[in-house]
């Protein structure tokens, strides 16, 4: 479609469409590309139409890694690694202890990751309720730093999550908690989620863990 056959730097939807041509007679050759032969005189038709918003201004494009989990008799994480769903963005990995009871998991990013704010949320859900969810606690902070939600002097308590427990009789468990990475030292940025309670040992109990990108600004101040 366009006439130019180099490399160029800016759009050739611009400059590149077509030739302009014009035939002379009788210029002095010792005046071409001097001479004036006239002027060209262009009109444009300008559609004005309202702005609209797309991709992660909408939320449409936000980095988000979702990983769903299924228990096995005796290990509520049968692999070293939870299973993320095809969109992912890759960011984030999950990492758990495989073949043990234990509740608690590891969320890993990539040494390229600099700086950013995200939210990590655990759903806990089974058929015949036998796990039971009392408190979580946060270790292995690598170049993350958890903000509290709830106003408190120390971090890795309750303070740092919303969360809803689940008893044994009870189907379904959540929490929720933010923190920012700031990777000064090129090396993973991490965070260990130990999850108090204890695990039933019936399979088919079935964990996700969503972590998005949220923008820094919406939760600077922690909840009273």
Known sequence: MYVRTAASTKAKSFTD???????TEGIPFAAAGT????ELWVTYRVKLSRANLYNSLLG????????TNIATAGALWPTATAIGRSS??????VVTAPSTPTLSFTILGPTSLIAGCFQVTCYFAETTPTTTITGASLTS???TTIVQQRSAPTVGTLSDFIIAGKTAT???GMLSFYFEVNNTNASAPSVRVNISGTFGGTAGVITTVCVSQVPCTIRTSPLA
């Open 170 to 172: 009870e189907s379904h």
């Open 88 to 93: 992912n963005s890759g960011i984030w990995t």
């Open 35 to 38: 001479q004036i032969l006239g």
């Open 141 to 143: 902070l690598n170049n």
């Open 17 to 23: 469409l077509g030739y302009f041509v014009v035939g």
């Open 60 to 67: 449409l494009s936000q980095p988000l890694d979702y990983y």
